[in-house]
């Protein structure tokens, strides 16, 4: 025919073409097969070609370039081009690149007739492709509303409405089923715009079950007879009289039904209706789909637009870090995630001896790293599995062959495609420090501990924070109950402690802050009240006193030998006397033995002389008795071997005698008042 449209076919193979000839056969379009070359376009176009169809499967990148070729000639720019595919990736690139739209595969001739038919219609062509599209004359606008749109509850409501005009029927639904087999959700409805999500139990629902199951078409024409209905007829009858319901089919799969529904038998679908609603029900689907494909590339043309976007703020806000990176003192480097170097800072080059240049695509275990390679490999895995490590000192060799402990904290970069941070800091002068430091520490917590008088420490607050093992055998608490749990209260009976204080903050034991060694009475754990000894200071931080520390030292042995002392001394003094007194006796017996014999003997030799009872020999008789009462009072001196004492006049004592010369007294001692 004169005006039959004439349509440009690039397939890719054999089978699609003959699919083609297949699907149009009978209808008025000339098909014409063409290679893939833009010059082959340019030629048909000048035959007054409609419309190209290109088969797109095999080489993507072929297909691009043959419709940029198109899309670019002055000869072929309008030339409407339509893919036919089945991926939404190869759509959504395709897109990009200037195509005018696509069929999905595989191809139905319905939606085939539909999409050429409303391509050709903007074209000006005066006749439908074949007699089946007087059918789809009335609805061709329709199905362009439903390609050009991305509104879900607009492609619904307008495929409702329109159907129920068309065929003049009471109520058209859409039911569309998710993946549970017995809940669907009625989205649209043509006498009620506000329904967009009214769940429905499909158990009650016999008829859409059906139609999912079967994949096919069911007409009622009777809802009062039919079988299918008879478990839930009593709640249907009385409003429907026929029902029509079609799948929404994609892929072989049943999205949902269409719901056709009438009150009286004269509402039962025409053929010519049914094949309109099923032509529509098709491009329902299709329609659904596109806007699902068109929504995604609307979603990553946004996605990729915010993420330049964010990609540029980024980049803004790290240029105030390239100084940093620069002048920093640490080492700041960047390695992939094989380990090699992608960039290094200056104090990298500081701290080990190579420059950017040597290190650059080096493994960074095998140009630093040398007694730790084999644990750092494992780190650097730990770090490209999404773990940051650090303040990890590492051991390592400078260029110039000397070693260094270097801390490194390794952190996976986001967007970078696995690329590692390292910040290296040279840490061998710290680590020699606190190695001394650590080894001081233990030597005075080994002195403290291994000395032999307790030593313990509290805070302002009065809380012991050290507790060595002396001042538990002293005290009978254990370390674990009295380390930072106990006060420095409990050690002394009464105020004890507070005494303490005052004492070390006055200048008179020593001067402030320092104490001893002073007498006190401390607690046992027992209760136990004893002696000891404390020395005492404060301890000072920067001027900040931030703790009190005491040696102590147990009297109790001390107390005891003190005491056994004085009672040694006491009894030295006694013996000192009894030793005085004894010479002092025997002295003075020897002395008064000769005068007293004179008298003793003058006297007895008067008496024998004098007559007896005459007043001289009274006298004689009286001074040979009083000297031999003397003679005895010598005698008994002569005895003494202690000293005993007994009352004289008033406070007065004087020497008894008769008690310290006699010889059976063990115990010597003065006599009580």
């Not at 650090?390 to 801390?407: A, H, L, Q, S």
Request: glycine share 6%; hydrophobic share 40%; charged share 25%.
């Amino acid at each position: 025919m004169e005006n039959a449209p004439r349509i440009l076919v690039v397939a890719a193979g054999q089978q699609t073409r003959e699919k083609l000839e297949s699907l149009l056969a009978g209808s008025e379009a000339q098909l014409i097969f063409i290679p893939q070359k833009p010059e082959a376009v340019e030629a048909e176009v000048g035959r007054e070609a409609s419309l190209l169809l290109l088969d797109y499967d095999g080489d993507i990148e072929a297909h691009l370039d043959f419709i940029r070729g198109v899309s670019k000639s002055k000869k072929t720019r309008g030339l409407p081009v339509f893919l036919l595919a089945d991926d939404d990736d190869r759509i959504i690139k395709a897109l990009e690149v200037g195509v005018s739209g696509f069929i999905f595969k595989p191809l139905r001739r319905s939606e085939l007739l539909v999409r050429i038919g409303a391509i050709l219609r903007s074209l000006d062509f005066p006749t439908p492709v074949s007699a089946q599209e007087v059918a789809l004359g009335n609805i061709l606008g329709l199905t362009q509303t439903l390609v050009s749109t991305l509104d879900f509850q607009e492609i619904l409501y307008t495929i409702v409405k329109r159907v129920a005009e068309v065929v003049r029927v009471d109520r058209v639904s859409i039911v569309l089923v998710p993946d549970k087999p017995d809940v669907g959700y009625v989205v649209a409805t043509s006498d009620n715009a506000e329904i967009t999500h009214l769940r429905l139990d499909l158990n009650k629902y016999p008829e859409i079950q059906h139609v999912l199951n079967t994949g096919k078409s069911l007409v009622i024409n009777n809802a009062e007879t039919h079988p299918l209905l008879d478990v839930v007829r009593t709640s249907v009858t009385n409003r429907l009289s026929a029902l029509t319901l079609i799948p929404i089919v994609w892929e072989e799969k049943a999205l949902g039904v269409f719901f056709i529904r009438a009150a009286t038998h004269q509402g039962a679908l025409t053929p010519r209706q049914m094949f309109v609603c099923k032509a529509l029900v098709n491009a329902t689907a299709v329609a659904l789909h596109n806007a699902r494909v068109l929504q995604k590339l609307r979603e990553e043309s946004l996605s990729s637009a915010n993420a330049r976007i964010a990609v540029e703020n980024r980049l803004e806000s790290l240029k105030k870090y390239a100084d940093i990176f620069a002048s920093s003192g640490d080492g700041i480097a960047v390695f992939g995630p094989d380990g090699r170097t992608l960039l290094t800072n200056p104090g990298v080059e500081k701290i080990l001896g190579y420059q950017e240049h040597e290190m650059i695509g080096q493994p960074i275990w095998e140009v630093i790293f040398n007694q730790d390679r084999e644990e750092l490999i494992e780190l650097y895995k730990q770090v490209t599995r999404g773990v940051s490590l650090e303040n990890r000192d590492v051991n390592v060799k400078r260029k110039d062959g000397e070693t260094r402990i270097v801390e490194c904290s390794f952190a996976a970069l986001s967007d970078t495609g696995g690329a590692i941070l390292v910040l290296f800091r040279d840490v061998t002068e710290a680590r020699i420090i606190k190695d001394e430091l650590v080894k001081t520490k233990n030597f005075l917590e080994s002195l403290i501990d291994t000395s032999i008088d307790p030593i313990i420490a509290h805070d302002p607050k009065g809380t012991i924070i050290l507790y060595n093992s002396a001042a538990e055998r002293l005290y009978g608490w254990r370390a674990e109950e009295v380390l930072h749990n106990m006060s420095v209260k409990a050690l002394y009976p009464g105020e004890g402690a507070r005494k303490i204080g005052k004492m070390l903050r006055s200048d008179k034991y020593g001067g402030v802050g320092r104490l001893g060694p002073i007498r006190i009475d401390a607690n046992n754990a027992k209760g136990e009240v004893f002696p000891i000894s404390l020395t005492a200071a404060f301890i000072y931080e920067n001027g900040v006193h931030t703790a009190t520390f005491g040696i102590f030292t147990d009297l109790r042995e001390t107390v005891r030998v003190e005491k056994q002392l004085a009672r040694m001394q006491q009894q030295l003094a006694i013996s000192e006397k009894q030793s005085l007194i004894a010479e002092l006796a025997g002295a003075t017996a020897h002395e008064l033995n000769q005068p007293l014999t004179g008298v003793i003997g003058y006297a007895e030799y008067l008496l024998r002389m004098l007559e007896s009872n005459s007043e001289l020999s009274h006298a004689a008789e009286v001074i040979h008795r009083e000297a031999e009462r003397m003679a005895k009072i010598v005698r008994q001196i002569g005895k003494l071997t202690r000293y005993e004492t007994r009352s004289y006049v008033g406070e007065q004592r004087i020497l008894d005698l008769d008690r310290a010369s006699r010889a059976d007294s063990e115990n010597p001692k003065e006599e009580e008042p």
